[in-house]
């Protein structure tokens, strides 16, 4: 198969700068494109954390003020363990430090429609004829609505084939209908299946309108903002184009979360040495001060405490879930009500519920270990990575059929123990009641040692690698090219 030539556009890349899972898709998509040796190349704005990895980018190429309200700008090349970047430096829209979208008071910059047309404008020209880089790439993959107004360029002025992937559909950067003379994009874009949203310009509607293909974070998630329920006001158009749209499965990295080389458990284990896990719940009761208990299943919760997460369901259980009998170790902070829930649940049950409130990415890593089983009843989830890491780690999910959640977890049954897929627990309504059955039935299967081995042993086999994720992004390439012609 033949090499293909990428850019791939990004606001946000890890280790850097990362708000969420679009950070780290951006660092470990393209790394894994490299590997699989196509010619792939970043493309991310020049903001300070990039320029102190990087002191020694040198000047690619120059640009001139590309539309009335951009700014000229330059292009510095860099690399990341081989890995091409190209960082877009305009100190003016960039040299901002902290979170990139939000000043901070917690509000939008109020330049961003300039910020990440600049951006997405600048995507576009990498793909066209007249790229100052001498490079051309075979496709332009831009990501959520900071990079979406590309696809708009490549259609209406030519260039190369485009996708867009959405990574949050709530987020879809709609601005004044006045920045679509500012960006410089031709009045004739303003129609209902170009740019224009509700008398807005929304970058986010553009690229779904106008990219050569779409994508998004799991096959089911694909379906699901198909309706108007999860779609954000965007679910007709992507009726419309439900033929461009798929869903490729985020992978995890697969170094950091594995129990057989994770330095910070207590201690190592793998599917064929599963026993060594005990000494990790072992370790965990004793660092959150529940009871050394051997005879119940220790539930564990990692999880930013928003609605989305359908924790809500769990503290309407409370004290229930201490009756089956079983522990809860929770880590999680955000929303304050929900915060408030689980610590007073945690004080009236000490020694059976315990409560981290924070960010502890080594305590997330001793939680999958050392729990038995992990919850995460999620209302929705494009994607999801805790049910992922905690499959690797034997330690079978309990979640909603939502999402990338009902593409990687297997309801455990006669049937699907049998063909060896079962890996944990689905429940299909988002309501106490069917929570609490799934608690008693995995509770149940714990204390089958056997039948638990087996859920357990089904996840940890199952493949999450970006390699396979990357497999399926080049097959997408490769269909984009082929429909552009
Ligand atoms: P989302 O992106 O919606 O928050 P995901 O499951 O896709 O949910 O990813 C969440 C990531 O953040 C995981 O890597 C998870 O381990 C981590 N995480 C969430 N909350 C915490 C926390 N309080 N402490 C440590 N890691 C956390």
Redesign the pocket.
Known sequence: MSRLAILFAASEMAPWVKT??LGDVAAALPAALRRARHDIRVLIPAYPALHKAFPGATVLADLPALAPALPPARLLAAEADGLPLILLDCPELFARSGNPYLDALGHDWPDNAIRFGLLSRVAALLGQAGSPLGWQPDVVHVNDWQTALAPAWLHYEGGAASVVTVHNIAFQGTFAAGHLMALGLPEYAWRFDGVEYHGQLSFLKAGLQLATLISTVSPTYAGEIQHAHFGYGLAPLLRHRADALRGILNGVDTALWNPASDPTLAAPYAANRLAAKRENKRALQGEMGLEPAVDRPLFGI???LTQ?KGLDLVLTLGEGITQLPAQLAV???GDKAIEAGFSSLAASHPGQIAVRL????A??HRIEAGADCFLMPSRF?P?????M?SLRYGTPPIVRATGGLADTVVDASDATLADRTGNGFVIDEATPHALWLALERATRCWHKRKVWQRIQQNGMRRDFSWEHAAHDYVALYRDAIAAHG
């Open positions: 969420g899972g990692i999880s930013r989305q880590l999680g902070s924070g960010f502890d990415e305590l997330a989830e994607c999801g990575l805790n049910q890491y």
